[in-house]
């Protein structure tokens, strides 16, 4: 839809659009044909002899990057919802547009895809019509293929869409910035909604939330590559070339702010604009180099791809088993899948990702509250009082034929059911809280395989909720591996406890004698298995005579393995450490 507005609007000639959806800029948007980051592009449009200005800002859909979404909406005055004409709503186009009705923005519905033979037309409309309040006949039907439509639906963003209350001629400047990249020309370029008075380059400006103050050196627009403007004024969207060495001084959700007596400046108390919640990662993962000399390499990769991705987090992580490497903290799943595709292509690194996890809240008994990310970050138990993991409050959308599957696998999950609404005859909402750990393994999978594909949810992060938590540790002869003990609820610690073992069980190559595996929640032992011992025939000499004599022979034998086996060293090869910490691919 967007590659037709900016054809339409002339913002890019035929022979500029080279391939389609130009707004996804980045090599894995255009592969794998998502939308990972917000792009903001500045059109002009002629309507009824009037030229107008539209700051179009195009977000992802999917619920790992709904803070992109978030932020866009704080920066708009209106929101143009598409739905799939062949898909119906989507738990993420629910989720969008109550966030969009809390920012107050003027609402354009929009059916696309009417041009395909599966698009359901009618009965769309009655579901964005059921589920959102919003009347039939606002509901424009497009395709953004044909082009359908395309140019009314401009037309409509002009005539419903309020221009930008904004004083330009303001003493004041006030911006709010909604993204903040790295760009190895220009440096650290803030995005910026210009909410009062003006910015043009050499002027002195400040960042009110960081305090950080620098000069402009450059202002401009998106077209939706950079282009530098004289100024950018109250109302509109564009960039502002910072001058500063880190992205931490310019951060999102921070207010460049400005004043015609700047000399005053330590005097006035200039009121921030209203920021963003901080985006905290829920999902952890370790992240190290099959060769251990390019953990240099891994860290300068992550330093330059959190300067363009202020929700990825990290910090240094050892493993005695994986060497050095970064504990990383992500949005969700595809939000790790992203990250670690680009460290391999862009920065050329071969990486092992450990299986994901959360963060869990500790309290201590002397009250202290710890986050923790990491297992073996966990105090000795006896000091802890409870262990807290993320819950999530999350939407299903599907047929309601699925409603006894999904809420089967719900359960399985330790979901908590709250409440269950029709969308239409046909399909419903489930209402559910989940803990976050049960998302992070397979839940997507799982949900669309249970539903044929039909079903689609969104999540929210919850709050912390205490629950009966343990850590699970692997023991192999009896001595504790520490890269392998996890935090898990203790109706799955058997389970996974059992597969863990049977895991190492294959892998870890037999000895002289006999392996026992354990898994165990403090001294309890969950599961066994043994690895059976080497026996060299030592009676294999002996030439008839007496039995005993066979006996004394391997009465020695067992005696020196319980003395090795006491004394001796379990190899366990990497390997055994990948086949249990990797992600399956
Ligand atoms: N037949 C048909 N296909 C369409 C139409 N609009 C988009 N598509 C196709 O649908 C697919 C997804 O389009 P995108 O524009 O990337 O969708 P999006 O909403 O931006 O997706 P995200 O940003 O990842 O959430 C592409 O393969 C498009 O070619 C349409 O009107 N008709
Ligand atoms: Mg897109």
């Given at each position: 839809?967007?590659?037709?507005?900016?054809?339409?609007?002339?913002?890019?000639?035929?022979?500029?659009?080279?391939?389609?959806?130009?707004?996804?800029?980045?090599?894995?948007?255009?592969?794998?044909?998502?939308?990972?980051?917000?792009?903001?592009?500045?059109?002009?449009?002629?309507?009824?002899?009037?030229?107008?200005?539209?700051?179009?800002?195009?977000?992802?859909?999917?619920?790992?990057?709904?803070?992109?979404?978030?932020?866009?909406?704080?920066?708009?005055?209106?929101?143009?919802?598409?739905?799939?004409?062949?898909?119906?709503?989507?738990?993420?186009?629910?989720?969008?547009?109550?966030?969009?009705?809390?920012?107050?923005?003027?609402?354009?519905?929009?059916?696309?895809?009417?041009?395909?033979?599966?698009?359901?037309?009618?009965?769309?409309?009655?579901?964005?019509?059921?589920?959102?309040?919003?009347?039939?006949?606002?509901?424009?039907?497009?395709?953004?293929?044909?082009?359908?439509?395309?140019?009314?639906?401009?037309?409509?963003?002009?005539?419903?869409?309020?221009?930008?209350?904004?004083?330009?001629?303001?003493?004041?400047?006030?911006?709010?910035?909604?993204?903040?990249?790295?760009?190895?020309?220009?440096?650290?370029?803030?995005?910026?909604?210009?909410?009062?008075?003006?910015?043009?380059?050499?002027?002195k400006v400040r960042f009110l939330n960081?305090?950080?103050?620098?000069?402009?050196?450059?202002?401009?627009?998106?077209?939706?590559?950079?282009?530098?403007?004289?100024?950018?004024?109250?109302?509109?969207?564009?960039?502002?070339?910072?001058?500063?060495?880190?992205?931490?001084?310019?951060?999102?959700?921070?207010?460049?702010?400005?004043?015609?007596?700047?000399?005053?400046?330590?005097?006035?108390?200039?009121?921030?604009?209203?920021?963003?919640?901080?985006?905290?990662?829920?999902?952890?993962?370790?992240?190290?180099?099959?060769?251990?000399?390019?953990?240099?390499?891994?860290?300068?990769?992550?330093?330059?791809?959190?300067?363009?991705?202020?929700?990825?987090?990290?910090?240094?992580?050892?493993?005695g088993a994986l060497g050095h490497g970064?504990?990383?903290?992500?949005?969700?799943?595809?939000?790790?899948?992203?990250?670690?595709?680009?460290?391999?292509?862009?920065?050329?690194?071969?990486?092992?990702?450990?299986?994901?996890?959360?963060?869990?809240?500790?309290?201590?008994?002397?009250?202290?509250?710890?986050?923790?990310?990491?297992?073996?970050?966990?105090?000795?138990?006896?000091?802890?009082?409870?262990?807290?993991?993320?819950?999530?409050?999350?939407?299903?959308?599907?047929?309601?034929?699925?409603?006894?599957?999904?809420?089967?696998?719900?359960?399985?999950?330790?979901?908590?059911?709250?409440?269950?609404?029709?969308?239409?005859?046909?399909?419903?909402?489930?209402?559910?809280?989940?803990?976050?750990?049960?998302?992070?393994?397979?839940?997507?999978?799982?949900?669309?395989?249970?539903?044929?594909?039909?079903?689609?949810?969104?999540?929210?992060?919850?709050?912390?909720?205490?629950?009966?938590?343990?850590?699970?540790?692997?023991?192999?002869?009896?001595?504790?591996?520490?890269?392998l003990s996890i935090i898990i609820h203790?109706?799955?610690?058997?389970?996974?406890?059992?597969?863990?073992?049977?895991?190492?069980?294959?892998?870890?190559?037999?000895?002289?004698?006999?392996?026992?595996?354990?898994?165990?929640?403090?001294?309890?032992?969950?599961?066994?298995?043994?690895?059976?011992?080497?026996?060299?025939?030592?009676?294999?000499?002996?030439?008839?005579?007496?039995?005993?004599?066979?006996?004394?022979?391997?009465?020695?034998?067992?005696?020196?393995?319980?003395?090795?086996?006491?004394?001796?060293?379990?190899?366990?090869?990497?390997?055994?450490?990948?086949?249990?910490?990797?992600?399956?691919?």
């Amino acid at each position: 839809m967007a590659d037709r507005f900016l054809e339409i609007t002339g913002t890019l000639t035929q022979r500029e659009m080279k391939h389609g959806q130009m707004l996804d800029t980045m090599d894995l948007e255009q592969e794998r044909g998502i939308t990972i980051k917000l792009q903001p592009v500045r059109m002009n449009y002629r309507y009824k002899g009037q030229e107008y200005q539209l700051n179009l800002i195009d977000t992802p859909g999917h619920v790992d990057f709904s803070y992109e979404v978030s932020r866009s909406l704080a920066a708009c005055e209106g929101a143009i919802l598409v739905v799939d004409a062949t898909q119906g709503i989507q738990a993420q186009t629910l989720a969008n547009c109550y966030m969009a009705m809390e920012n107050n923005l003027e609402i354009i519905p929009v059916l696309n895809k009417i041009d395909l033979p599966a698009a359901n037309v009618e009965e769309c409309a009655k579901e964005i019509e059921n589920a959102l309040g919003i009347p039939r006949e606002e509901i424009l039907c497009i395709s953004a293929k044909d082009g359908t439509n395309v140019a009314k639906l401009l037309d409509m963003v002009v005539e419903k869409i309020p221009p930008p209350k904004a004083p330009g001629d303001s003493q004041e400047t006030r911006a709010l910035v909604f993204d903040s990249v790295y760009d190895p020309y220009k440096g650290i370029v803030a995005h910026v909604r210009l909410k009062q008075g003006s910015l043009k380059r050499g002027q002195k400006v400040r960042f009110l939330n960081t305090k950080a103050e620098t000069e402009v050196m450059e202002v401009g627009c998106f077209k939706p590559k950079y282009m530098p403007l004289p100024e950018i004024f109250a109302g509109e969207v564009g960039y502002v070339v910072t001058g500063m060495k880190s992205v931490a001084d310019a951060s999102v959700g921070d207010t460049i702010w400005r004043h015609e007596n700047w000399h005053l400046r330590d005097e006035m108390k200039p009121i921030p604009l209203p920021g963003y919640k901080k985006v905290i990662p829920f999902v952890f993962a370790g992240v190290f180099c099959i060769d251990g000399e390019d953990y240099p390499l891994l860290r300068d990769a992550l330093d330059k791809l959190s300067l363009n991705d202020s929700a990825l987090t990290f910090e240094p992580e050892h493993s005695g088993a994986l060497g050095h490497g970064f504990r990383c903290g992500f949005l969700g799943l595809l939000h790790m899948d992203i990250v670690q595709e680009r460290l391999e292509r862009e920065y050329n690194l071969h990486l092992i990702v450990t299986a994901p996890s959360v963060s869990y809240e500790v309290l201590k008994n002397d009250g202290e509250v710890l986050l923790i990310s990491n297992p073996s970050e966990l105090p000795d138990i006896i000091s802890v009082k409870e262990i807290r993991e993320p819950f999530m409050k999350v939407e299903i959308l599907a047929p309601k034929d699925y409603i006894g599957a999904l809420m089967q696998m719900l359960q399985d999950r330790r979901g908590i059911s709250r409440n269950v609404t029709y969308l239409d005859e046909k399909r419903v909402n489930l209402h559910y809280e989940v803990p976050m750990a049960s998302i992070v393994v397979d839940f997507y999978d799982e949900l669309k395989s249970i539903s044929s594909g039909y079903a689609s949810m969104s999540y929210e992060f919850l709050e912390y909720r205490a629950g009966d938590l343990v850590r699970l540790d692997i023991l192999v002869n009896h001595e504790k591996l520490d890269a392998l003990s996890i935090i898990i609820h203790r109706s799955e610690a058997f389970y996974h406890g059992g597969q863990v073992c049977k895991r190492l069980k294959n892998i870890i190559p037999r000895a002289q004698f006999e392996i026992p595996l354990q898994a165990a929640v403090g001294a309890k032992i969950l599961a066994r298995e043994t690895i059976a011992a080497y026996r060299k025939d030592v009676t294999g000499y002996l030439y008839g005579g007496d039995v005993s004599r066979k006996n004394k022979l391997l009465d020695k034998q067992k005696k020196g393995k319980k003395r090795m086996k006491m004394f001796g060293k379990v190899e366990v090869p990497q390997q055994a450490f990948l086949a249990v910490l990797r992600k399956e691919d």
